[in-house]
Antibody, heavy 120, light 110 residues
């Protein structure tokens, strides 16, 4: 059974940093692209970032480019999102999701999410 | 990376059919046959219902179908059931290997 478990969320002040993690199990993690999607409270889904299976290719939404960094450790079956220079508008539930194959394929499994709150 | 345009809400009675539109541009929906649709019940995780425009993952009811014409994709749900009441999001692959979601549509089953 595919499982994705996010962690690392919490309350952070504007301008601060957080590192999210997503522990994956139940599939060959190193064979699939992975993605982060966020959802602000009461709002819609927003794609944030994706990474190829090997980790060599990374992609970002304009809203986070230059502030967020996606990475993965295939030896630990873990996906990361380093978030710097956080803003109030980054407050959201952050989901990690598995692509069906490459980063041009849709997301077939999602974690339960980890909540990030940016506030002073 | 502007969000795709969806109607904020649609409604229908049990047994009826409804269609949700998703309008993008020639940089996303119009350029790729890579539109997917996600269903999200309140407090739940999104679930893919349609991918690559019209394909259904295993386990998804054949009451759900997808199509595309130009820059607009559509999700049709036939034989509406109470359990279909949820938020629906379209999502398209876009240039520079990014993805863009629609704003979401709340489906109410009357």
């Amino acid at each position: 059974e595919v499982q994705l478990v996010e962690s690392g969320g919490g309350l952070v002040q504007p301008g601060g940093s957080l590192r999210l993690s997503c522990a994956a199990s139940g599939f060959t993690f190193s064979s699939y692209a992975m993605t982060w999607v966020r959802q602000a409270p009461g709002k819609g889904l927003e794609w944030v970032s994706a990474i190829g299976a090997s980790g060599a290719s990374t992609y970002y939404a304009d809203s986070v480019k230059g502030r967020f960094t996606i990475s993965r450790d295939n030896s630990k079956n873990t996906l990361y999102l380093q978030m710097n220079s956080l803003r109030a508008e980054d407050t959201a539930l952050f989901y990690c999701a598995k692509h069906m194959s490459s980063s041009s394929s849709p997301f077939d499994y999602w974690g339960q999410g980890t909540l990030v709150t940016v506030s002073s | 990376q502007s969000a795709l345009t969806q109607p904020a809400s649609v409604s229908g009675s049990p047994g009826q059919s409804i269609t949700i539109s998703c309008t993008g541009t020639s940089s996303d929906v119009g350029s790729y046959n890579l539109v997917s649709w996600y269903q999200q019940h309140p407090g739940k995780v999104p679930k893919v219902m349609i991918y690559e425009g019209s394909k259904r993952p295993s386990g998804v009811s054949n009451r759900f179908s997808g199509s595309k014409s130009g820059n607009t994709a559509s999700l049709t749900i036939s034989g509406l059931q109470a359990e279909d009441e949820a938020d629906y999001y379209c999502c398209s692959y876009a240039r520079s290997s990014t993805w863009v979601f629609g704003g979401g549509t709340k489906l109410t089953v009357l």
